[in-house]
């Protein structure tokens, strides 16, 4: 099975366990009336939302740092193979969290 849908199956099976905990009883659908059921819904999807946008603010903060680190390795002018690895790494991490070794020149004239 795919890690990631194994991660998913996992994570449902704990919040079940704890919505048993906490309330005694499973889920069932005739525990609120639909409008109550969607009430519900659009708490947990405000609280998504909130999380959500601190999740990015915590990528912006993580790219700059990363963006630093870029900037002070071409810098240093000094290559060799220890620091041409990190850089790889720390460009690859910038990639997989969206930015773009083209935004390290950007970063440092916007000042952010």
Do not use: F
């Not at 919505?19 to 069932?28: C, E, F, M, R, S």
């Not at 005739?30 to 990528?59: F, N, P, R």
């Amino acid at each position: 099975m795919n890690y990631v849908i194994s991660n998913v199956i996992d994570r449902i099976k704990k919040q079940q366990e704890k919505g048993l905990q906490k309330y005694g009883t499973p889920v069932n659908p005739e525990h609120y009336t639909l409008h109550g059921w969607i009430e519900h819904q659009a708490q947990e999807m405000s609280d998504a939302l909130v999380y959500l946008e601190c999740q990015k603010q915590l990528i912006e903060s993580v790219l700059k740092d990363l963006y630093t680190a870029v900037k002070a390795m071409e810098e240093s002018r000094q290559y060799n193979y220890e620091l041409g690895n990190a850089y790889y790494h720390i460009s690859r991490a910038i990639q997989r969290l969206g930015g773009s070794l083209d935004e390290v020149d950007n970063a440092e004239k916007t000042g952010s």
